[in-house]
T-cell receptor
């Protein structure tokens, strides 16, 4: 089973709202990633967690706050977003940090109004 | 310099025919991996095929094969017997060494399969 799940599928939020995106995998993978993807563009790396610790933060604004409560779960907390943050947010997992292959979830389509 | 270059923004192919999607890469690392992902309009990135830099044989997965030419730094995806469900965006990607943030995506190729 190579499944990564993400909820919600779609999210519309105002600029003053606080919301969270959730990503889950039960493959025992120990590295998890958040990507942001604008329309017709490739994914851009945001954060990487390795063994539940934040390893990479690609200069992402503080209005995005990642959290990894356990090895199966990855959250992305959103606060005071801007309309330009509207995008597809993809989660991916990897068996180990040293593995090559990443498995992606279906994504959350976020619209900020 | 771009790490991954996909020069075909859009491609058309007739159903049941084969199609080649181009990908060239740029790295000075000896150890790297090359990937192809398919992204339908629904948004999910679907892993298709992987080629390691030390693999001597071209990778194959069902109807997908990766034409790996190391000296030319190319990693083209060949889809045989195209199906309507193959219509999607295809991304070539590369990971250099073992660093997390050295995972690069190309700009993608939109493939349309015509009935």
């Amino acid at each position: 089973d190579t499944e990564v799940t993400q909820t919600p599928k779609h999210l519309v939020m105002g600029m003053t709202n606080k919301k969270s995106l959730k990503c889950e995998q039960h493959m025992g993978h120990r590295a998890m990633y958040w990507y942001k993807q604008k329309a017709k563009k490739p994914p851009e790396l945001m954060f990487v967690y390795s063994y539940e610790k934040l390893s990479i933060n690609e200069s992402v604004p503080s209005r995005f706050s990642p959290e990894c409560p356990n090895s199966s779960l990855l959250n992305l907390h959103l606060h005071a977003l801007q309309p330009e943050d509207s995008a597809l947010y993809l989660c991916a997992s990897q068996k180990q940090p040293s593995s090559y292959e990443q498995y992606f979830g279906p994504g959350t389509r976020l619209t900020v109004t | 310099a771009q790490k991954i270059t996909q020069t075909q923004p859009g491609m058309f192919v007739q159903e049941k025919e084969a199609v080649t999607l181009d990908c060239t890469y740029d790295t000075s690392d000896q150890s790297y991996g090359l990937f192809w992902y398919k992204q339908p309009s629904s948004g999910e990135m679907i892993f298709l095929i992987y080629q390691g830099s030390y693999d001597e044989q071209n990778a194959t997965e069902g109807r997908y094969s990766l034409n790996f030419q190391k000296a030319r730094k190319s990693a083209n995806l060949v889809i045989s017997a195209s199906q309507l469900g193959d219509s999607a965006m295809y991304f070539c990607a590369m990971r250099e060494g073992r660093d997390f943030n050295k995972f690069y995506f190309g700009s993608g190729t939109k493939l349309n399969v015509k009935p």
